[in-house]
Structures are given as structure tokens and as C-alpha cells.
């Protein structure tokens, strides 16, 4: 069984306020130095067999029109567990 990892983030322009709350409440938990956090989110798809280019692409279209919101996010990588 292969697997496929999917990531999933707000798009640049849209307001992240998840995001916001955690760049805020790191430094009061002595985390210094970060200057911005963006929430996203992932989704691991496993597939029977090895991972081929042709599962990357359909998960690819999955990610596109299902696991994202196309108005809002961007999918940011579709690979293969591993990094294949």
C-alpha cells in the first residue's frame, strides 16, 4: 500500500485568524523570534500499491476539487509518502 500526502493552505490574501491566535500566544509561551504563522491543513490518501504518477494525478484532481476550496486555499503539494 502506498500513501499520498496532500497539504493544503489558506491562500496569501486571505485573512488567517487560527494563524494570528497562535503568532500571538507563542512569544507569552517563550517561543521568540516567529513572525508569522499560517494554518493549513493535510490529508494522507493511501492507495493500493506503489504510488504512481497516475494516482498523483487523480489525487491531484481530488485535492483540486474536493480537499480544497478553490476560492479560498491552494494546493500546495501532492507527493507521495517519502517524498518520491
Known sequence: MG???VDVM????ILDPQGQAVAGALP???FDGI???RQGKRFVLTVEGEV????LA???EAA???LSNPVIEDVVSVTAE???
Open 28 to 30: 507569552r509561551l517563550g
Open 52 to 55: 504512481t504518477d497516475d494516482h
Open 35 to 37: 513572525t508569522d504563522v
Open 82 to 84: 517519502g517524498g518520491s
Open 10 to 13: 489558506l491562500k496569501p490574501e
Open 64 to 66: 483540486e476539487t474536493l
Open 58 to 60: 487523480r489525487v491531484r
Open 3 to 5: 500513501r499520498i500526502v
